[in-house]
C-alpha cells in the first residue's frame, strides 16, 4: 500500500474505497484487504484522511476485472512497483487501443498480458 503521487492519481478516472469494493464484490472489507495483501489488488493511500483506495476499473459486474490479477503478477515478476504498475495500466497504448485497464474490462486481457510479459524481455 502507498502513497500516490500526483500524476498517477490524474491517470485513474475514478477510485473506490476498500469498503465501496466490499459492497460491490460482497464480501467484507477484511476480504478486500486481504484481496490487496495477496496483490490481486492495488490499493494506495489518497485523499485528505489518507484512506485506501483502489481504481474502478479494477471491479466490474461484482468481481474483479478478469485477467488483472495475472497482468499484476506478470509485472511484479518484471520487477515493477505499484506505482509502476498503475502508470502502466493507465497510460493509453495506441496499438490496444485505449489504455491497458481499459482492455482488461473490455476481456482483451490476453494483448494485455502480452504487452506485460514483453517488458521483461
Request: proline content about 5%; aromatic content about 4%.
Amino acid at each position: 500500500m502507498t502513497e500516490i503521487d500526483a500524476k498517477i492519481d490524474g491517470l485513474v478516472p475514478a477510485w473506490l474505497t476498500l469498503p465501496d469494493i466490499a459492497e460491490m464484490i460482497d464480501v467484507e472489507v477484511t476480504r478486500v484487504r486481504q484481496l490487496v495483501k495477496e496483490g490481486q489488488l492495488i490499493a494506495v493511500r489518497r485523499g485528505e484522511n489518507r484512506a485506501l483506495h483502489v481504481p474502478a476499473d479494477f471491479i466490474k459486474d461484482g468481481k474483479v476485472v478478469k485477467g488483472l490479477v495475472g497482468t499484476l503478477t506478470l509485472l511484479r515478476d518484471d520487477g515493477f512497483t505499484d506505482e509502476e504498475m498503475l502508470e502502466w495500466l493507465f497510460t493509453p497504448d495506441e496499438t490496444l487501443p485505449g489504455t491497458p485497464a481499459q482492455a482488461l474490462r473490455e476481456n482483451r486481457g490476453t494483448e494485455v498480458k502480452r504487452r506485460a510479459q514483453a517488458l521483461a524481455v
